[in-house]
């Protein structure tokens, strides 16, 4: 991944774990079915959001016309629904949407809760960040003791450290916690950090390297850098279970899609920056919009994204953080791929190549 040259420059609108809020008013790009319908007037109903840099892919694939183009191959209907994504346990659960995109590591204690959704392919690699001012941390390491302060406890900066901790040997258990979780606004953990509230902060972009710059907070790990997370996705592609078991045609369509979508941007950041901007789904100076965009990496994969999650799963078990007792059952149910779908897409020269 690119490190990131203007990241102080990021909208407030990226996207977070603990709330991502949609705008209101923007139609459904080359959707051709109508946002008014009921739900169960067509096969498959995307949720969708404005205002979040990140969510280039979902809005390429509505834009380019790649979910009209994979439906219509299928025999699929569809329409996208404009939510907010902080609310996505609920929409699926009363059966508002059938996909979406999220962060894995948020979705992961959700799922083994009997959250009814399963990931269909990676999008783009990580963007969580942990700060501290205190001199005597400089690793995770350190953090025997210490006050966390992170934006949910169900946030995926709880997951992935979690995870980190384990491997240093500190005790992350309820029946073995070393070190004190603290819940804080996202945007309020930078001041509590700051005033020594807390040891160290777990941040998403943009809130991460804006603090960074602004208070000069000392970077103790990065998920796109650490050799442990770096080739693993936070943000995925996922359909609802049932959809994945009643209609896996319209599942795949969507996975293709999607794919299309996050390849589309990675070859072409300025022009995905341009086309979010034209279309209303995200504000800015597009090309600080394109900066930002190629500065993630958006190469998709079904393989790594499936690797991404039985990783996770396996070491949360280990951890005791898993309540499914075979995390083999749970990757099943987490992780799923469909026929006709390849492992990637590349974009080059106006065409898309598949990678099997």
């Not at 209907?77 to 962060?103: F, H, M, P």
């Not at 919009?289 to 690797?307: D, F, H, R, W």
């Amino acid at each position: 991944m690119k490190k990131n040259r203007l990241a102080s420059l990021f909208l407030i609108g990226a996207i977070t774990l603990s709330a991502i809020t949609a705008c209101s008013g923007q139609n459904a790009g080359n959707n051709t079915n109508s946002a008014s319908q009921a739900n169960g007037d067509v096969d498959i109903v995307i949720g969708t959001a404005n205002g979040s840099l990140c969510l280039a892919p979902l809005h390429i694939a509505i834009d380019n016309g790649y979910f009209e183009e994979e439906f219509k191959n299928a025999g699929v209907t569809w329409r996208v629904e404009e939510i907010d994504l902080g609310n996505i346990s609920e929409l699926v659960a009363s059966d508002k949407i059938d996909a979406s995109t999220q962060l894995a590591g948020a979705m992961i204690p959700q799922i083994d809760n009997g959250l009814e959704i399963t990931f269909t392919a990676g999008l783009h690699t990580g963007c969580t960040k942990y700060y501290t001012k205190d001199p005597s941390i400089n690793s995770v390491a350190d953090l025997k003791g210490k006050k966390i302060g992170v934006p949910a406890m169900g946030d995926s900066s709880v997951v992935a450290l979690k995870r980190k901790l384990y491997d240093e040997g500190i005790g992350v258990t309820t029946d073995n916690l070393e070190v004190e979780w603290v819940v804080y606004a996202l945007t309020d953990l930078p001041l509590a950090l700051e005033n020594g509230a807390i040891d160290v902060a777990a941040l998403h972009d943009p809130v991460a390297y804006n603090a960074e710059q602004e208070y000069g907070f000392k970077k103790i790990l990065d998920l796109s850098t650490d050799e442990k997370f770096k080739n693993e996705y936070c943000c995925m592609a996922f359909v609802t279970s049932k959809l994945a078991k009643e209609n896996p045609k319209a599942a795949a369509a969507y996975t293709r899609a999607m794919l299309k979508a996050s390849a589309f941007v990675q070859a072409n950041p300025r022009e995905a920056a341009k086309i979010q901007i034209d279309n209303n789904q995200c504000s800015g100076d597009l090309e600080v919009n394109a900066a930002l965009l190629e500065s993630y990496n958006y190469g998709p994969s079904v393989s790594i994204a499936s690797k991404t999650i039985t990783d996770a799963a396996n070491e949360l078990k280990r951890i005791g953080e898993l309540k499914t007792e075979d995390p083999n059952i749970f990757i099943d149910k987490a992780f799923q791929t469909f026929e006709g779908v390849p492992d990637t897409f590349v974009y080059k020269d106006g065409k898309f190549e598949e990678i099997k």
